[in-house]
């Protein structure tokens, strides 16, 4: 393989495996689910594909089998577990939401500091909220929920209503909050 197309695949996956971890986290947040479930889903995948795992000694270009095993098993699970979180999201039945109440377990907010670079020496530290809602889901566990300040403004009581949706994998998607 030509080295230049070679570097270029090389920073074409590393750009999409980037990419692939950030999608799981943004959907992960809209679905009631617990992170194991998808993630041992999504482990079939590299066991299926195992004897694949000497095909990476061209792209990492090590001759170890372990080196070659640790980055067939990581990128192969998360494409597997961006497929079952995306394709719950995305195939998910929008024609017939429900409307459930959840138990408010707690409700906080996070001030977090941010250092601004103003110009080469000089920093600004500013301050941003964070909203956090946490419910109690029908099996007793617990998720919690990153929400807009109107909305933990507006959450009050002890049940919080949410709509949800039915994904394709039967895990419920949270329409909006």
Same mark, same amino acid.
């Given at each position: 393989?030509?080295?230049?197309?070679?570097?270029?695949?090389?920073?074409?996956?590393?750009?999409?495996?980037?990419?692939?971890?950030?999608?799981?986290?943004?959907?992960?947040?809209?679905?009631?689910?617990?992170?194991?479930?998808?993630?041992?889903?999504?482990?079939? *995948?590299?066991?299926?594909?195992?004897?694949?795992?000497?095909?990476?000694?061209?792209?990492?270009?090590?001759?170890?089998?372990?080196?070659?095993?640790?980055?067939?098993?990581?990128?192969?699970?998360?494409?597997?577990?961006?497929?079952?979180?995306?394709?719950?999201?995305?195939?998910?039945?929008?024609?017939?939401?429900?409307?459930?109440?959840?138990?408010?377990?707690?409700?906080?907010?996070?001030?977090?500091? *941010?250092?601004?670079?103003?110009?080469?020496?000089?920093?600004?530290?500013?301050?941003?909220?964070?909203?956090?809602?946490?419910?109690?889901?029908?099996?007793?566990?617990?998720?919690?929920?990153?929400?807009?300040?109107?909305?933990?403004?507006?959450?009050?009581?002890?049940? *919080?209503?949410?709509? *949800?949706?039915?994904?394709?994998?039967?895990?419920?998607?949270?329409?909006?909050?």
């Amino acid at each position: 393989m030509n080295k230049t197309l070679a570097n270029i695949l090389r920073i074409t996956i590393g750009v999409l495996f980037l990419i692939a971890i950030s999608l799981d986290y943004i959907l992960f947040r809209t679905t009631l689910v617990t992170w194991w479930m998808p993630a041992c889903l999504g482990a079939f *995948l590299p066991v299926i594909t195992l004897p694949l795992y000497k095909k990476w000694t061209s792209f990492t270009r090590f001759s170890n089998r372990f080196v070659n095993l640790i980055c067939h098993i990581l990128c192969t699970e998360i494409l597997g577990y961006t497929l079952i979180i995306a394709g719950n999201y995305y195939f998910r039945d929008t024609d017939s939401p429900e409307t459930a109440a959840f138990a408010i377990v707690d409700k906080h907010s996070d001030t977090k500091k *941010l250092q601004q670079r103003i110009g080469k020496h000089r920093y600004r530290t500013t301050h941003r909220q964070e909203f956090y809602i946490e419910v109690a889901l029908e099996d007793e566990r617990t998720k919690t929920l990153y929400v807009t300040s109107d909305f933990y403004r507006k959450a009050k009581g002890d049940t *919080l209503e949410l709509t *949800l949706e039915k994904g394709l994998l039967g895990f419920p998607v949270i329409k909006k909050f």
